[in-house]
């Protein structure tokens, strides 16, 4: 056992009977590496990275390799989804050096901390062009040794460069109609008409984009944007990229057509996706939609709920094929024999024509990624069922991928807004009650008496690193959107307590927002990044939060930080739409007002009460905020003064300072709320 035995990070608990005498990231180990006059090897991953796994069997489970790692070097092993400011700040230091990044990250750096040579995978073996990884130590020994002032000399350059990359803020002025449009036009030309999408393979789920269309749809009628939308979520739905059997996406597809997915499968997308295809419903009332945004849902419930009511961070792209050996996607692809052993030669056929299964295979060794392709006729629906069935428990028996039980509170943050919009929609109040177990995990262990927020647990254990900005940010979002479906105070108050650090420690006077808190462990960059790519960025994520808080309690000062905060999405909506996606759907929201809308009724389980909640969180209006209660209430600031018109329950719309007549009538309140 080396010193990762005691983490709680199932990455860093992977490699904790490596040969490697591994370290976490610590001041202690720095320390060591000054004590000892050596380099520090800096390895950055996570438990579902599929080179992540290969390169660890292939040299950290090697003796001679470790052998020539203990001797030479001081080895600090990082989960970059427990410390993404670490993470974040290296990573731009290999992508400047390199012109390309990715996982797993290995980087050489000075008993300083500050980085002197580059790499992510490295083989144990030469080829490709590529080094082996004991060539690579040999020449960082090397030159450390023979010529240390250059090695130096170069690290300290490296990290004052990376230390003066400040974000150009751009404008303080939130994007208007002309930028939005812009935006929209930038998609349009890098949209794929054929397939949906944008740009070529791999192919990423574009979530946050397709947000932004349909709140541009909703907010200007623009029915390209609505197109995009619901064309990529059909092609996604239908591909391989989304489990046919048991719900849920894959992280990636490595092909343009959807139809081969990177198979590991994230909390982070699913969330997204689940709230997106629960939008397009609400939009469109699409029976596709429907059925994705709950079987999405019921995924995340049933294979990543933990035991302490929190979300698992992923499950792995790998895992045994029934013969000891780890290989990807074996979990989820079949043969047309697999096919007849588990359904019969009749339903066989039929399934391997609906799922798209063939001899020749879509995949590996003859195996196909089931999806579903266009295809004349029609099928019978109870068969089908059956089928699916019979498949999914078959699936069941096989060996199933690992599972990372670490809960990210920003990832659970997602979960939380995705499930109880889901469940409000569906009126499933069973995925509401799991937002419900997950945001109380975050309330219990999460956060301290001071409300501030810890990035991960596991277990039941809080982890030792502290949250940063899309922490507070993405639970925020979460716990908006559960005062908006439960009615319940409680959440807007602690969203406010998250949303009190970020202007306090992460925002500065400029109004610019950083990653990191300004008390949190200095590291040679602090790490700031506007742009959304896996998941919306913390600067995004702030915006959108603040806002929506705005709107539920009037309060300027998180309006206006809000509006600050969308200055960037100015300078690089237009330039960059496919990276600033979530951004751009705030500045949707703020274009529409956004709409606060506030139901009271003489009961909150009165019929007619509901009817008039679920019609308010079903309007498209971008971003609009729903307040539910009685006139007695004084939980939720929308609520003061509210009073039943002709003793019924009625709800009032108001933006931008002005109300509508207040209403009875839930057709009425549609209209208003129509975008």
């Not at 629960?278 to 849902?297: K, P």
């Amino acid at each position: 056992m080396n010193r990762l035995a005691h983490e709680t990070s199932p990455y860093l608990l992977q490699h904790a009977d490596n040969p490697v005498d591994w370290w976490p990231w610590s001041e202690e180990a720095f320390d060591e590496a000054r004590r000892r006059n050596v380099p520090v090897l800096l390895s950055v991953g996570y438990s579902s990275c599929h080179w992540c796994h290969v390169m660890a069997h292939e040299s950290f489970e090697d003796q001679r390799t470790a052998d020539f790692l203990n001797e030479h070097f001081v080895s600090v092993k990082v989960d970059r989804e427990e410390r993404p400011d670490v993470d974040a700040v290296y990573m731009e230091a290999v992508q400047a050096a390199t012109g390309h990044g990715g996982w797993p990250m290995t980087v050489f750096l000075t008993p300083d901390a500050e980085p002197f040579y580059f790499g992510t995978y490295f083989p144990p073996a030469p080829r490709h062009g590529m080094p082996s990884f004991l060539q690579v130590l040999e020449g960082v020994r090397q030159a450390w040794v023979d010529r240390r002032s250059e090695v130096t000399e170069v690290a300290g350059k490296i990290a004052r460069d990376l230390a003066q990359r400040e974000i150009s803020y751009g404008d303080t002025r939130a994007p208007g109609e002309e930028e939005l449009a812009q935006a929209l036009l930038g998609l349009t030309r890098e949209y794929d008409p054929q397939r949906g999408g944008f740009g070529g393979g791999p192919k990423f789920p574009p979530s946050m984009v397709i947000e932004f269309l349909l709140r541009h749809h909703a907010r200007t009628g623009s029915e390209g944007a609505l197109q995009m939308a619901q064309d990529t979520c059909e092609r996604m739905a239908r591909g391989g990229i989304y489990d046919q059997l048991g719900g849920g996406f894959a992280r990636y597809s490595v092909d343009r057509d959807w139809v081969v997915p990177h198979f590991e499968k994230m909390l982070y997308d699913n969330a997204l996706l689940c709230r997106v295809y629960a939008h397009l419903w609400r939009a469109t009332g699409s029976d596709l939609a429907r059925r994705v945004a709950l079987e999405t849902a019921d995924f995340m419930v049933r294979e990543l709920r933990t035991a302490e009511g929190g979300f698992a961070s992923a499950l792995d792209a790998d895992s045994d094929d029934g013969t000891g050996r780890h290989v990807e996607g074996a979990y989820y692809v079949w043969t047309p024999e697999q096919f007849r052993e588990v359904l019969g030669d009749d339903d066989a056929e039929l399934a391997a024509r609906y799922f798209g299964v063939t001899e020749e295979g879509t995949f590996e060794r003859g195996s196909s990624v089931l999806q579903l392709p266009q295809q004349e006729g029609l099928f019978d629906a109870q068969r089908i069922e059956s089928i699916r069935r019979r498949l999914f428990g078959r699936r069941a028996e096989r060996p199933a991928p690992g599972r990372d039980d670490k809960v990210v509170a920003a990832w659970n943050g997602l979960a939380i807004a995705a499930l109880a919009e889901t469940g409000a929609y569906f009126d499933r109040p069973d995925l509401v009650d799991a937002a419900l177990g997950a945001a109380d995990l975050l309330v219990r262990l999460h956060l301290d008496e001071h409300a501030r927020l810890a990035r991960t647990s596991k277990d039941g254990r809080v982890g030792a690193n502290a949250g940063v900005l899309e922490d507070y940010a993405d639970v925020a979002e979460g716990f908006l959107a559960l005062a908006s479906v439960t009615g319940e105070g409680v959440w807007l108050e602690f969203a406010g307590f998250l949303l009190d650090h970020v202007l306090a420690r992460f925002t500065d006077d400029s109004g610019t927002l950083y990653d990191t808190a300004a008390d949190a462990e200095k590291l040679i960059r602090r790490p700031q990044d506007p742009t959304d790519n896996a998941t919306p960025s913390g600067w995004t994520a702030a915006a959108g939060a603040l806002l929506s808080y705005a709107a539920q309690t009037g309060s300027e000062p998180h309006r206006a930080a809000a509006e600050r905060a969308l200055g960037v999405v100015k300078a690089l909506g237009p330039r960059v739409p496919r990276f600033i996606g979530w951004g751009l759907a705030v500045a949707e929201a703020l274009l529409d007002g956004p709409r606060e809308v506030a139901i009271v009724g003489p009961a909150l389980d009165d019929p007619a009460t509901r009817a008039l909640h679920r019609t308010a969180l079903l309007g498209t209006a971008p971003g609009a905020v729903v307040a539910l209660g009685t006139p007695e209430s004084d939980e939720l600031p929308l609520l003061v003064d509210r009073i039943l018109v002709d003793d019924e329950p009625t709800a009032y719309v108001c933006r931008n300072f002005t109300c509508d007549v207040p209403t009875t009538d839930p057709e009425r309140l549609r209209t208003a709320l129509s975008g």
